[in-house]
């Protein structure tokens, strides 16, 4: 979760029409240094959950699904592979974290005490 939770805090959008990951990129590229966004990895293991999601995440939108089998479902139908229980936890689990993230970016919400909503917690 780790690696999601940084993924979606670099999505995040930081301005209009830009990117955390975009605007940190800048800022390297302005500074002739390296690229500073590095994040927990990914756990090889988990690579193809992690890439479900981010294809269902396309596919749904803001709407994210609710049941366990409407996911494994959907993997079934994009993959032709159905997920384990487990994977379809790991599944329900990412939308939530990205749901979260979203509600945080949305309401200007951080947990930083400057209270401009770009906390990494």
């Not at 089998?69 to 990412?94: H, K, Q």
Request: overall charge negative; glycine content about 12%; charged content about 20%.
């Amino acid at each position: 979760m780790a690696f999601a939770a940084h993924q979606l805090w670099l999505n995040a959008p930081v301005g209009p029409a830009i990117t955390r990951a975009e605007a940190l990129a800048a800022v390297a590229k302005a500074r002739g240094g390296a690229l500073l966004n590095d994040g927990p990895p990914l756990p090889g293991a988990l690579a193809h959950v992690w890439r479900w999601f981010a294809a269902l995440a396309f596919c749904y939108g803001e709407a994210a699904p609710g049941r366990p089998a409407e996911i494994a479902a959907d993997v079934a139908a994009l993959t032709g592979i159905g997920p384990t229980g487990f994977e379809t936890d790991l599944l329900l689990r990412l939308f939530a974290l990205r749901r979260r993230a979203g509600a945080e970016t949305t309401n200007g919400i951080g947990n930083d005490d400057d209270g401009n909503g770009d906390s990494r917690a």
